[in-house]
């Protein structure tokens, strides 16, 4: 097949890229050329920005394509739409924050979504600028799902990713408790030890991916793992078995963790306290997925690999996690108010 990808050298990119390589496909990358501009020398590069700049896309054809940056809807508007006469089908990565009323697991893909009046979209052009977009990420990739399924009607694929893990993720959320655990000594872990929690190895994604790309399957899909029940206490503890860690989990009630300034999901990634009323947030329905051939990987090669990927970098600009000092204060108060 011949594949264009949009994006292509960033995390989930990258590794759609190398799979698609693997599997003998002819792989061609279009992005602004400035991230790991030397990677996949097989692969054609098209250097351009979908902002504005796609003619290095006229006049070209493809069976596929896979859309990895897009979130801005009357961007992703104008690639489709050029596209849609020039590939056969087209695979957007969505995001499981497209929806609403998150109280109650199960979360299918008919679920309510996250909506935008159409004139806060109108006001959102004007404004622009990337903290506003992340305000309302969900909304308008819910948005830019609907502009594809416009110019790609029964030939589009929908996929609504949870949290993506793995090595090359810069989010720092998984890796924050892969180093972390690696480290040793006494970790705070938070609230309730059977809270279920869901992420994805990037490489399992883009696995998948690529098949669902290579039989032209259409629909919407939530993409997240693992199959079955994963509790932050099997996975902090699978954590400690395959980093081999001799430290020691110190599990801290919630209310205590807010009253002493703990942020969760950014200083205590994977963490989403029960006053969120956020049950569903990581607890979506895969069902779907699973049928049509999602498979997972062990999560200690995940683990392994991930803390493999970290030994080359520095805790320099992390983007989320518990500072080493302030998780000391917190367990000492903690020990404190338990004595």
């Not at 090595?167 to 924050?176: H, K, T």
């Not at 290579?214 to 932050?232: D, I, Q, R, Y």
């Not at 518990?322 to 020990?335: F, G, I, P, Q, Y």
Request: glycine content about 10%.
């Amino acid at each position: 097949m011949k594949i264009l990808i949009l994006g292509g050298t960033r995390f989930l990119g990258r590794f759609l890229t190398e799979t698609a390589l693997r599997k003998g496909h002819e792989v061609t990358l279009f992005n602004r050329g400035k991230e790991n501009p030397g990677l996949f020398p097989e692969a054609e590069k098209l250097v351009g920005d979908r902002n504005g700049d796609l003619k290095a896309l006229e006049g070209r054809t493809w069976d596929a394509v896979i859309d990895t940056c897009g979130f801005v809807p009357w961007v992703v508007k104008e690639s489709a739409g050029l596209l849609a006469g020039a590939a056969g089908h087209y695979t957007f990565i969505s995001s499981a924050s497209v929806y609403d009323e998150l109280k109650n697991p199960g979360i299918d893909e008919n679920h309510p979504v996250r909506l935008l009046p159409s004139e806060k979209v109108e006001e959102m052009k004007k404004e622009t600028g990337v903290p506003i977009y992340n305000e309302y990420y969900g909304e308008l990739k819910y948005l830019c799902e609907k502009e594809v399924e416009g110019a790609f009607p029964e030939r589009s694929l929908i996929v609504r990713a949870g949290l993506i893990v793995g090595p090359y993720d810069y989010s720092d959320r998984f890796n924050y408790w892969v180093n972390r655990v690696a480290r040793g000594g006494e970790v705070l872990a938070p609230g309730r030890k059977d809270k279920g929690i869901q992420f994805i190895d990037v490489r399992d994604l883009a696995e998948w991916i690529i098949a669902m790309a290579e039989k032209k399957v259409s629909g919407t899909f939530n993409a997240t793992g693992p199959e079955t029940l994963l509790t932050m206490e099997q996975f902090l503890q699978e954590c400690q078995t395959a980093v081999e860690s001799s430290g020691e989990l110190a599990w801290t009630d919630e209310e205590f963790l807010l009253e002493n300034g703990v942020q969760w999901w950014s200083e205590m990634p994977l963490w989403v306290p029960d006053r969120e009323k956020m049950e569903g947030f990581l607890a979506l329905d895969i069902t779907k997925a699973l049928d049509a051939g999602l498979e997972f990987r062990p999560l200690n090669e995940t683990i392994r690999d991930t803390l493999a990927w970290e030994q080359g970098r520095t805790d320099e600009g992390r983007k989320a996690g518990l500072d080493s000092e302030k998780e000391r204060a917190v367990l000492n108060k903690w020990k404190e108010r338990t004595l």
